[in-house]
């Protein structure tokens, strides 16, 4: 068979394995779900003689009208789509299984970051419960919601990497769930925890722990040389963070908090630290941000909270009538 007449989706999951060994395993899952999901279907049975500039953009235009359980595709899904047929139209092009030079060039507009915290009046409500139903949930959902840390972060913490003494906490793993590699023709749907290095170089991090943070958990946690993880029913394995967020997610219940998701308890720690008036360097070597625009965009730029703040501090030139 000519190399003309070799499928596209070959020469995609050729590109896949050469990706497998050198990327997070929750990259890589990733990479094959979206492939699975809305590239191979498209490319089913198309030849590398078929491809052209007019092909790949059709695929471009089908995909981007895609939707999700009635929502569109996020743009970031969408780039991460086009990186995927873009690397593997190199690919082709650099074997010589197409001769021209194709490439798609999506026209994204920017995504703006809209982050939800806890309104004070809900953050005092659950504070509250938590020093009133002391527990190790308890002391992870507080931990989260005066440190920032992900909820990955914190159920892989161990107490080697805890520090009462000093008062800091070090990332240096996260857990996720992620899919389990298999061959092709099991197509029964597994996951397993996995523990793993953090999301980028500058989320490995010491965070400093306030006073009365290290008060609560010198008084609540299980302190055995026995235990490795801090948040485990055996000590021997971390958490699933499905289990926290499902306590979680009881107690907002319990006491009629709207819900709002795990990680906006890192929203909510953002917040609060900007209305402090922290400036945006350390906090963002604090949440382990990769770059201090990212801190800038989803907490200065779209937290209302912040703007309401300093609407406050503007006031009239003139004396208003009394």
Request: proline fraction near 3%; include cysteine.
């Amino acid at each position: 068979m000519s190399k003309s007449q070799t499928l596209f989706n070959t020469l995609m999951d050729e590109w896949l394995e050469t990706k497998k060994e050198n990327i997070k395993r929750s990259t890589f899952c990733k990479y094959e779900q979206l492939v699975r999901l809305h590239v191979r279907p498209y490319f089913a049975k198309i030849t590398c003689a078929k491809i052209n500039q007019k092909f790949i953009d059709e695929f471009y235009t089908t995909v981007s009208k895609k939707s999700v359980e009635g929502h569109p595709l996020a743009t970031g899904t969408l780039r991460c789509l086009c990186m995927i047929v873009n690397s593997t139209l190199r690919l082709a092009q650099d074997q010589g299984y197409i001769k021209s030079q194709y490439l798609l060039i999506p026209k994204l507009s920017r995504e703006y970051h809209l982050v939800h915290v806890f309104s004070k009046e809900n953050q005092t409500l659950l504070e509250q419960y938590l020093y009133e139903h002391p527990s190790q949930y308890s002391c992870g959902i507080l931990l989260a919601l005066y440190t920032g840390i992900r909820i990955g972060e914190l159920c892989a913490l161990t107490y080697e990497n805890l520090d009462l003494i000093n008062g800091y906490i070090r990332i240096i793993q996260t857990v996720q769930r992620t899919a389990v590699i298999t061959s092709k023709a099991n197509k029964k749907k597994k996951t397993e925890l996995v523990i793993t290095s953090p999301k980028s170089r500058s989320a490995y991090r010491m965070i400093p722990l306030p006073d009365f943070l290290i008060e609560y958990l010198n008084q609540n946690l299980i302190f055995s040389k026995s235990r490795r993880f801090i948040f485990s029913r055996t000590g021997a394995a971390p958490v699933d963070p499905r289990t926290i967020q499902l306590f979680y997610k009881q107690i907002l219940e319990e006491l009629q908090i709207p819900y709002l998701n795990f990680h906006c308890l890192r929203h909510t720690f953002a917040t609060r630290c900007i209305t402090m008036g922290w400036d945006v360097r350390t906090l963002s070597e604090v949440l382990g941000h990769s770059d201090i625009k990212i801190t800038m965009e989803y907490y200065f730029h779209s937290s209302m909270e912040y703007k309401k703040l300093q609407m406050q501090k503007i006031e009239p030139l003139i004396q208003c009538a009394g």
